[in-house]
């Protein structure tokens, strides 16, 4: 079969691998579509020293059971079933887990990172990803691209669920990607006042605006970001500040733009130790709430599943460009050159 996979050198490639086997306790899937998220493409750009080669990446994926072990039919799943997988699997048995934050889990175990991935033609799908929920059935009428985008659509929920965003508050976005346009989304939904989005790049500020005609824009290259919040607040400042990108300076931003009592969440990881960004002092007398956010939670995948099911959330219209696995390569360069906001990497 086709994957792309991290070589010992850390360079990835496609390369032709023999199939995987079906784990004896858990599940062989064919993968049918999965789609490339900002962590890939920063693998693709500069490697990625959290992953020990040989490995397939990718994590946001969507296919059909093939195979069942012998030692896993009483997980109910089927051959046929159509499944997509919350990468982020916990162990089950850490404080973190016993809360229902398997995201944090002490031991937590990654698609793409400690197992191998959906930048394939099959995949083997672990014991532990059954036994903690983390395989999940895609609803009807639900398409198998659409299906992959529940999961970075969760992990935006997990940052709301520290936010509380309510019909009063004003929302600024770092950031217009698809993960931006989804917090953009889940605040609206939410209620938010107003949403503002500051984006460098006029094309994805377009696009975005384009996706969700409500929201003010803000581009930082030709205009003075805090004063446009403060008038476009009526002088409050920003009740929430989401940081959906990967840029040191919108940390410091962030708590300069925040109103008193505003709520921040560094969405975005920053490369290298992330130190010497944050303020304590405007911390302090502002009494500013600063969250962080890693990953997501099957539960969370599940709600987007539903949401999207329902047609409250419309997924796939951020799907801008498709390729075959083979050219998976063309689909990190349609990113880095073209802005490509959702890129689908389609299975022979």
């Known amino acids: 079969m086709l994957a792309y996979s991290m070589k010992q050198d850390g360079v990835a490639a496609v390369e032709d691998i023999p199939l995987p086997d079906c784990p004896k306790d858990g599940l062989l899937a064919k993968v ?77 175990q990654t698609v793409g990172f400690q197992y191998d991935g959906s930048f394939a033609e099959y995949m ?112 409050r400042g920003a009740n929430v500040v989401i940081t959906a990108l990967s840029v040191p300076s919108s940390h410091t931003e962030a708590q300069q733009i925040a109103s008193k009592m505003g709520r921040i969440s560094l969405f975005g990881g920053l490369a290298g130790e992330g130190k010497g960004f944050l303020d304590s002092n405007l911390i302090h007398y502002k009494e500013l709430s600063v969250h962080g956010v890693h990953a997501t939670t099957p539960t969370l995948v599940n709600r987007v599943l539903d949401t999207v099911a329902a047609g409250t959330v419309n997924v796939k219209k951020y799907i801008s460009h498709h390729y075959p696995l083979a050219r998976i390569g063309d689909g990190f360069a349609a990113i880095r050159d073209e802005n490509a906001m959702k890129v689908v990497v389609d299975m022979p």
């Open 32 to 108: 049918h579509a999965a789609t490339i998220c900002g962590t890939d493409f920063r693998t693709f750009m500069k490697g990625n020293a959290k992953i020990t080669p040989p490995r397939i990446l990718g994590h946001e994926m969507a296919g059909t059971v093939v195979a069942v072990g012998a030692d896993a039919n009483a997980s109910g799943f089927r051959e046929g079933d159509r499944i997509t997988v919350a990468p982020a699997i916990g162990c089950g048995r850490c404080w973190p887990c016993g809360t229902g934050h398997t995201n944090m889990c002490d031991d937590l």
């Open 124 to 235: 083997a799908i672990p014991n532990r990803a059954l036994r903690m929920g983390n395989v999940l059935r895609i609803p009807d009428g639900i398409s198998f691209e659409e299906a992959c985008l529940a999961e970075p659509a969760a992990c935006v929920l997990t940052a709301h669920a520290y936010l509380n965003i309510g019909r009063d508050d004003y929302v600024v976005v770092y950031g217009s990607g698809f993960i931006g346009c989804m917090h953009a989304e889940f605040a609206l939904a939410a209620g938010a006042r107003k949403v503002i989005m500051v984006e460098i790049a006029d094309s994805r500020l377009d696009t975005a605006k384009k996706m969700i005609p409500s929201i003010e824009a803000i581009n930082p290259s030709r205009q003075n970001t805090p004063d446009l919040v403060r008038e476009l607040t009526e002088g």
